[in-house]
């Protein structure tokens, strides 16, 4: 029969990944950022023929409010 065991850990698990993932806190905000700065991809996955109406929906205005604003090609 297999054994078990716990270990616990000294560090606790988002801390490690945090670590491995570089994460930082932010120390101040970086307010807004102006549209025409931010990349912004929308992407078709394999996956986007089984997308739900309300997820395509989604993805439709997201498309049409970026191309309307005049500062993103789409």
Same mark, same amino acid.
């Given at each position: $029969?297999?054994?078990y065991s716990k270990a616990k850990r000294s560090v606790p698990l988002p801390l490690i *990944? /945090?670590?491995i993932l570089s994460l930082k806190k932010d120390d101040e905000s970086s307010g807004d950022i102006p549209l025409e700065e931010v990349p912004v /991809? *929308?992407?078709k996955t394999? $996956?986007?023929?089984? /997308?739900?109406? =309300?997820?395509v929906a989604a993805m439709n205005c997201a498309a049409a409010i970026l191309k309307? =604003?005049?500062k993103a090609r789409v």
């Open positions: $029969m297999p054994s *990944l /945090a670590d /991809a *929308l992407i394999p $996956m986007w023929p089984q /997308a739900g109406r =309300s997820t309307n =604003s005049g």
